[in-house]
């Protein structure tokens, strides 16, 4: 079973007045600055018809403010991602948040040598296979890459690689240009009944990433209306980064960032109609003595709260960005800041949060540390969760009955109510001799020692056949080769 964090509580960083400031302000950057999103003609013109203007010698698209909010209007703000398994179909319902992986970490760690290298198709499989097995990850991203496969169809190989080994929904970040779109399209069609099939129950996900600064690619516009098209969720998630390419105040940058997601849902409902989306962020900010992209630090774990709290405003799910810490390895900065980075966005009520499994500001994936944020994320859960108060959990006629220097040990009540008591895997909790005994065993070695032992006894509820993918993987390797 699937765990979610369920919504006790929230913490909102900005105020009414704050979130209004934020959306006026993006509705004067998608007026006056305007945002380039290449469109073929006919595309173009239904959106003018709409009230969208256009610079056809910029691709800059300007949305006057009522435009915008008619347009966010017409987007559902609940609905399931799907999973093959329906026990395992996430509501989308403002009431849940779920966890995720994240994508395409340019690295990944060795389980054995604990060396980074570039990723294969095997290892996707296997840390795929490793968190179906997992209750707190509630769907997927792949990942790491199929680096072995052919580059230009590498998304549908990874793809596969995930229908094999998850009865879980999978939201496929990385098919973002027309030939894949169209080939996990045709894929997840054929494996599922057809075109109506995938549409009643879309087992897959996709979103694309605006390039900021308030810009997006064609061919990226171009598979985002073949997933509408198919019926499939299609979200919009910003990457921006403060003083790169965001304006360097926090609030700038969410404007900016908000102004990037905004245009690519209010377009998508004037082309799509109740289309279903979902608002997406990981903006970051630059470390500064070095200009590189570090992930982590304060006004990160700012934005994934106040990105989750815009989502709502504009009642639609969210996907935020958590966990992917700056840490190298699992040490007390990668616990102390993932752990942060986990209640900012749980208590932002974020829908959706990716990252688990990620060190080195995203660029490094680790199954170990995957099994690290899901203890993480689990411990998180349960603090927000809060209690139930009721005659049961008050317990009053146990108290009575144990009265003053009695002990809870052999009640009845206790021993009902053990299995409620939230145990960790892999945080000791032991004695300090008994820890000695067993050589102190770091953290990080339990979740190996899990990880490997998961691979040896799970085997993922899996009903495709993968011959029907490769068949059609094989016809786009064919066209490939044709050029």
């Not at 026990?87 to 980074?116: C, I, V, W």
């Not at 905004?262 to 997406?280: C, D, E, P, S, W």
């Not at 009721?390 to 809870?408: C, F, R, S």
């Amino acid at each position: 079973m699937i765990k979610p964090i369920r919504w006790k509580r929230s913490l909102d960083l900005l105020s009414d007045a704050e979130v209004k400031q934020i959306h006026d302000a993006t509705l004067r950057i998608l007026e006056k600055t305007g945002v380039v999103m290449p469109l073929a003609p006919d595309k173009l013109e239904k959106a003018r018809d709409l009230g969208v203007k256009a610079d056809a010698s910029s691709d800059k698209l300007f949305f006057p403010p009522h435009v915008v909010e008619k347009a966010l209007s017409w987007a559902p703000a609940t609905y399931d991602l799907c999973a093959p398994d329906p026990a395992n179909n996430l509501p989308l319902d403002g009431k849940h948040g779920y966890l995720t992986t994240d994508g395409s970490a340019t690295r990944f760690m060795d389980m054995e040598t604990h060396e980074l290298r570039d990723s294969t198709s095997k290892d996707l499989a296997e840390l795929t296979r490793i968190a179906d097995s997992v209750p707190q990850i509630g769907f997927f991203w792949p990942s790491v890459s199929a680096a072995e496969k052919t580059p230009a169809i590498q998304p549908l190989y990874e793809l596969k690689t995930l229908m094999m080994n998850t009865s879980k929904h999978i939201q496929t970040m990385t098919a973002v240009d027309p030939l894949n779109a169209r080939g996990t399209v045709e894929i997840v069609q054929a494996v599922r009944g057809g075109k109506e099939a995938l549409k009643n129950n879309p087992v897959i996900s996709n979103f694309l990433c605006p390039i900021s600064p308030l810009s997006y690619e064609r061919k990226g516009l171009e598979a985002v209306w073949i997933y509408a098209e198919a019926g499939v969720p299609i979200g919009f998630l910003n990457m921006q980064i403060a003083g790169s390419t965001a304006p360097l105040t926090t609030a700038g940058n969410l404007a900016m960032g908000n102004a990037e997601v905004v245009a690519g849902m209010a377009l998508l409902q004037l082309l799509y109609k109740g289309a279903k989306t979902f608002y997406g962020s990981s903006a970051t900010t630059m470390e500064l003595k070095s200009g590189d992209v570090v992930c982590g630090g304060p006004y990160d774990l700012m934005l994934q709260n106040m990105s989750a709290q815009m989502a709502r405003f504009y009642k639609v799910p969210s996907n935020v960005g958590t966990f992917a810490t700056g840490a190298k390895v699992a040490d007390w900065y990668c616990g102390a800041e993932n752990m942060l980075s986990g209640v900012m966005s749980a208590l932002g009520r974020a829908d959706t949060m990716s990252g688990a499994g990620l060190i080195c500001g995203a660029s490094v994936f680790s199954i170990e540390q995957m099994l690290l944020d899901c203890e993480t994320y689990e411990f998180i859960g349960e603090t927000l969760n809060g209690m139930e108060i009721n005659d049961e959990t008050l317990a009053l006629d146990v108290i009575h009955a144990v009265g003053p220097m009695g002990t809870y040990m052999n009640q009845k009540h206790t021993y009902k109510h053990l299995r409620d008591i939230w145990q960790p895997k892999i945080m000791y909790r032991g004695t300090y001799a008994d820890y000695a005994r067993g050589g102190f065993k770091t953290p990080f070695a339990t979740a190996n020692e899990i990880a490997r032992d998961i691979l040896v006894k799970h085997t993922p509820k899996v009903t495709y056949r993968e011959e029907d993918i490769d068949y059609i993987i094989n016809d786009y390797e064919k066209r490939i080769a044709k050029g």
